[in-house]
Every structure is written in structure tokens, then in C-alpha cells.
């Protein structure tokens, strides 16, 4: 059980330190959600893991008639909704197929970043630890937090933040991807703004 006077560790490390493609992506990650360390992305792992491990479980156990079975699967579901992880109408099945990236996304530090409030991952890193970033008008000083069901349209400047003020001169410029809620969203905004762009830019008629 450990010592009672320390917080146990949450979540677990890879099983070979020394592997250089699982090394390659989670340093593509961390470059991409911003992230501090690699702890932060094996707590991410971890939790999903857990998602995991719990649906086969219960599958196992439904199998078998078990009646807690249904109602801990009821909860696990409920829960995965409420997280905005899995559509309503989603089965045990389904958790095994949730991405990485999906929770990932679901971090107040991306949305942050998706929803214009930052010029990149590690400044909105920056502004949340600061307390510029609110969430329904309340400061959220964690930039892990994760956003539940129907917050992500809730995340803006706080109200006493110099930032909220539209003529700040360190305010990021709107883009034409603000308000997209995953990076694929985000990065098809900025191709078709980038399409625009040029087809509207005027041919060179030189030789």
C-alpha cells in the first residue's frame, strides 16, 4: 500500500526505456499538446489504460450474467459520455477504440490554444498557470483540467485579465481555425484558408 504520508505515483511507465520509436511519438506529443513532461502524458496513458482494462472486465463478466456487472457498466458509459468521450448510444466495445489524442484534446491547455485564446500549445500553457483562462467566468489555473460535456464552449479570457481587453498587443490575431475542437478540425480550417488565399492571390504575368 505504500506510506500513507506520501501520494502514491497514478500512473505507470513504459516497460522499456529505451525504445526509439515509442520515444519519437511521445516526444510528438508532447511538442504538439504542449505538454511539460513525459509524466503528464503517461498519466493521460494510464487513465486510458484504466478506461480499458474496466470495459473488458465488464464485457467478460456481462457474459456471465453478472448483474453489478450491469450496473458498473451503466456508470463507466455514463461517465465516458459525461467526459464527451464516447456518443450517446456507445457500448463497452467502443471505449477500447478511444484515441489517445481524443483525451488529449479534452485538456483546458488545447482548447485553450483551438480556441484562438493562444498563438500556440505552450502559451496557453502559459496563461493558464497565470490566470488569464476561465472557465463560466471562474479562473482555471491547471492547464490538465479536464473539460467535461458542453465546457468547451465555457473557456475565454477572465474577466479581469488584460487580455480580455481586444486591444492588447500580445492578444493572439483571430484565425480562420478559432473554434475548432480537435487539431484535425484545426489543421482542415487552415487549409481551406490557405486554398482561399491563393486562389484569390493575382497570377504573375512575367516571363
Known amino acids: 500500500m505504500g506510506d500513507p504520508k506520501f501520494n502514491r505515483r497514478l500512473y505507470d511507465t513504459p516497460s ?4 526509439a520509436q515509442r520515444i519519437a511519438e511521445e516526444t ?16 493521460i496513458k494510464s487513465q486510458l489504460g484504466r478506461f480499458r482494462s474496466s470495459a473488458r472486465s465488464l464485457e467478460a463478466r456481462l457474459r456471465v450474467g453478472d448483474e453489478q456487472a450491469e450496473k458498473e457498466a451503466e456508470q463507466l458509459l455514463s461517465r465516458l459520455r459525461r467526459m464527451a468521450l464516447l456518443e450517446e ?3 463497452l466495445i467502443d471505449v477500447l477504440s478511444i484515441p489517445l489524442e481524443g ?3 479534452r485538456r483546458l491547455q488545447t482548447q485553450a490554444y ?7 500549445p505552450d502559451q496557453a500553457r502559459q496563461l493558464i498557470i497565470h490566470g488569464h483562462i476561465a472557465l463560466d467566468g471562474r479562473k482555471v489555473t ?5 473539460l467535461r460535456q458542453g465546457e468547451v464552449e465555457k473557456v475565454a479570457y477572465h474577466a479581469r485579465s488584460p487580455y480580455a ?16 475542437e480537435t487539431f484535425e478540425e484545426f489543421a482542415a480550417a487552415q487549409r481551406t484558408e ?5 486562389a484569390h492571390e493575382p497570377e504573375d504575368g512575367g516571363a
Open 103 to 105: 483525451l488529449l484534446t
Open 142 to 146: 491547471i492547464p490538465g483540467y479536464f
Open 16 to 19: 522499456h526505456p529505451w525504445k
Open 194 to 198: 490557405a486554398a482561399t488565399v491563393q
Open 165 to 180: 481587453n481586444e486591444a492588447h498587443p500580445m492578444r493572439p490575431k483571430p484565425r480562420p481555425a478559432e473554434g475548432a
Open 28 to 43: 510528438e506529443l508532447c511538442r504538439k499538446y504542449g505538454l511539460k513532461n513525459k509524466r503528464e502524458l503517461w498519466r
Open 89 to 91: 448510444g456507445g457500448q
Open 114 to 120: 483551438l480556441k484562438g485564446l493562444a498563438g500556440t
